[in-house]
């Protein structure tokens, strides 16, 4: 919740800005966690992090069973890799946290907010890329745990592990940590990617969330001190969020006058015995796309040694538990027992032999997941709509459904029940399709010259399918 301003709605053709206005703050931020529930229509709504997206298969089989006994059966995959569980009773706090800490998924109770941790979903996968970001997450994610000023950032804080493809530079964190061919990486203190232009645009849950900025400072550090240079970044922006007294959440957020400088890291991070130089040109590694910034391709993954990887898409960023299984067992008797969790609503499965992959990609097909390029639902995401969502005008869920049909390809497409947008693509073009409660109002965002057009949910199908031919 915003404590001196209000959410700026998204308008039809409003540019995205380079930073947010002026932001003042009186309060910490309201985003869930695992162990503090968010009030939804369905019930209480539970929000685990899983740092780069992994799971075991043992720690999956404890979520969907707390899915299955605790909420509504379902689980839904954020645009940060993590999971939500959703229909829970308000008073299951407890005991979800005991299910979680027996699984390793709680390692700091203080902390489990603060480990926004997106990495690279294919490094190591597909000979494209350097280091391992996969070392880099679970250091981080230690260091994060260990000290104890961490735990005053936000819920909404988020750190991306970067391993040159790419694709999490792309995404505007707060804190960026991109591989490079040679012993060095580059930190990076904000985003370059474009910006939901709502100072807080909510996530599907309906709970606010803003990402995104402009980049305040970049520095070439050691690639094996990367992970520390990482968490003295973020005590930068604690201490510069201090001096501006605007106790604002996101480092885009502070006003320029107290932006994290490449100067005053360089000092903090001397002192704490990591070495740094200016970045310069290597502060832009990594491309901003225009089409899903650098999203996974889905299917069947050959990589460079013979083996393979199965990468699948949750249609509207939801499973089943009996989905969710599944993966979770291909994963444990067919590949590494590792399951990797995607920014784009997508699960990854490395380590399945060649020969082995289509038949498992099969079983994935259909069990209801998304595994074709050509599927209607690949592209295509959905806030909670009604009924879980108090604030929607609409079952946007259903009416993407219906309206699924028959639209393969093109640009994203993203359903909101509200002007909030929740969960919308941060990044690129992509179709906007809002809910005005008797019908929607059709948009492609990225392109502001092109006017919106208001049809009704009977038509959406056919306007959606014309604009995500939009070039």
Same mark, same amino acid.
């Given at each position: 919740?915003?404590?001196?301003?209000?959410?700026?709605?998204?308008?039809?053709?409003? &540019?995205?800005?380079?930073?947010?206005?002026?932001?003042?703050?009186?309060?910490?931020?309201?985003?869930?966690?695992?162990?503090?529930?968010?009030?939804?229509?369905?019930?209480?709504?539970?929000?685990?992090?899983?740092?780069a997206g992994l799971l075991t298969s043992h720690q999956a089989e404890v979520l969907a069973l707390a899915a299955e006994e605790l909420g509504d059966?379902?689980?839904?995959?954020?645009?940060?890799?993590?999971?939500?569980?959703?229909?829970?009773?308000?008073?299951?706090?407890?005991?979800?946290?005991?299910?979680?800490?027996?699984?390793?998924?709680?390692?700091?109770?203080?902390?489990?907010?603060?480990?926004?941790?997106?990495?690279?979903?294919?490094?190591?996968?597909?000979?494209?890329?350097? /280091?391992?970001?996969?070392?880099?997450?679970?250091?981080?994610?230690?260091?994060?745990?260990?000290?104890?000023?961490?735990?005053?950032?936000?819920?909404?804080?988020?750190?991306?592990?970067?391993?040159?493809?790419?694709?999490?530079?792309?995404?505007?964190?707060?804190? +960026?940590?991109?591989?490079?061919?040679?012993?060095?990486?580059?930190?990076?203190?904000?985003?370059?990617?474009?910006?939901?232009?709502?100072?807080?645009?909510?996530?599907?849950?309906?709970?606010?969330?803003?990402?995104?900025?402009?980049?305040?400072?970049?520095?070439?550090?050691?690639?094996?001190?990367?992970?520390?240079?990482?968490?003295?970044?973020?005590?930068?922006?604690?201490?510069?969020?201090?001096?501006?007294?605007?106790?604002?959440?996101?480092?885009?957020?502070?006003?320029?006058?107290?932006?994290?400088?490449?100067?005053?890291?360089?000092?903090?991070?001397?002192?704490?015995?990591?070495?740094?130089?200016?970045? /310069?040109?290597?502060?832009?590694?990594?491309? +901003?796309?225009?089409?899903?910034?650098?999203?996974?391709?889905?299917?069947?993954?050959?990589?460079?040694?013979?083996?393979?990887?199965?990468?699948?898409?949750? &249609?509207?960023?939801?499973?089943?538990?009996?989905?969710?299984?599944?993966?979770?067992?291909?994963?444990?008797?067919?590949?590494?027992?590792?399951?990797?969790? +995607?920014?784009?609503?997508?699960?990854?499965?490395?380590?399945?032999?060649?020969?082995? *992959?289509?038949?498992?990609?099969?079983?994935?097909?259909?069990?209801?997941?998304?595994?074709?390029? *050509?599927?209607?639902?690949?592209?295509?995401?959905?806030? +909670?709509?009604?009924?879980?969502?108090?604030?929607?005008?609409?079952?946007?869920?259903?009416?993407?459904?219906?309206?699924?049909?028959?639209?393969?390809?093109?640009?994203?497409?993203?359903?909101?029940?509200?002007?909030?947008?929740?969960?919308?693509?941060?990044?690129?073009?992509?179709?906007?399709?809002?809910?005005?409660?008797?019908?929607?109002?059709?948009?492609?965002?990225?392109?502001?010259?092109?006017?919106?057009?208001?049809?009704?949910?009977?038509?959406?199908?056919?306007?959606?399918?014309?604009?995500?031919?939009?070039?």
């Amino acid at each position: 919740m915003l404590a001196a301003m209000p959410p700026t709605p998204l308008s039809a053709d409003a &540019p995205y800005p380079a930073r947010l206005p002026a932001v003042s703050r009186d309060r910490g931020d309201a985003c869930p966690g695992a162990l503090r529930l968010h009030a939804a229509d369905d019930g209480a709504l539970a929000r685990i992090r899983l740092p780069a997206g992994l799971l075991t298969s043992h720690q999956a089989e404890v979520l969907a069973l707390a899915a299955e006994e605790l909420g509504d059966g379902r689980l839904d995959l954020t645009s940060r890799g993590n999971v939500q569980l959703r229909g829970l009773p308000a008073d299951c706090g407890a005991g979800l946290g005991d299910r979680l800490r027996a699984a390793g998924l709680l390692p700091s109770d203080r902390h489990e907010r603060a480990r926004n941790i997106v990495a690279s979903p294919l490094a190591g996968l597909d000979g494209h890329g350097y /280091g391992q970001v996969r070392d880099w997450a679970r250091e981080l994610d230690g260091l994060l745990c260990a000290e104890s000023d961490t735990v005053h950032l936000s819920g909404r804080f988020l750190f991306a592990l970067d391993d040159g493809r790419g694709d999490m530079s792309a995404l505007g964190a707060d804190v +960026t940590l991109i591989a490079t061919p040679g012993p060095q990486a580059v930190l990076r203190v904000g985003g370059v990617a474009a910006a939901p232009e709502t100072a807080g645009a909510p996530v599907a849950s309906g709970v606010p969330e803003d990402r995104d900025g402009t980049p305040e400072c970049a520095l070439l550090v050691p690639a094996e001190e990367g992970p520390r240079a990482a968490v003295l970044a973020a005590l930068e922006f604690l201490a510069a969020v201090r001096e501006s007294g605007t106790g604002v959440w996101r480092v885009r957020e502070l006003p320029p006058r107290h932006a994290v400088s490449a100067r005053r890291l360089a000092g903090r991070l001397a002192e704490a015995g990591v070495p740094a130089a200016p970045a /310069g040109s290597a502060a832009g590694a990594g491309p +901003t796309p225009v089409r899903p910034a650098g999203a996974p391709a889905i299917g069947l993954l050959e990589g460079p040694d013979g083996g393979c990887a199965l990468s699948a898409l949750a &249609p509207l960023g939801r499973l089943t538990s009996a989905q969710w299984r599944l993966l979770a067992r291909t994963a444990a008797r067919h590949g590494t027992d590792e399951l990797r969790m +995607t920014p784009w609503r997508g699960v990854v499965l490395p380590g399945l032999a060649r020969g082995d *992959g289509r038949a498992r990609l099969a079983e994935l097909a259909a069990a209801g997941l998304v595994v074709d390029a *050509g599927s209607p639902w690949h592209g295509v995401s959905a806030c +909670t709509g009604r009924p879980g969502c108090a604030k929607s005008l609409s079952d946007v869920r259903a009416d993407a459904a219906r309206a699924g049909r028959g639209t393969p390809g093109g640009l994203p497409v993203h359903w909101s029940g509200c002007e909030r947008r929740c969960g919308h693509p941060g990044t690129g073009h992509w179709v906007d399709v809002l809910s005005e409660g008797d019908g929607y109002r059709i948009s492609v965002r990225g392109e502001p010259a092109r006017p919106a057009q208001v049809v009704t949910a009977e038509q959406a199908a056919d306007a959606v399918a014309a604009a995500r031919g939009t070039t």
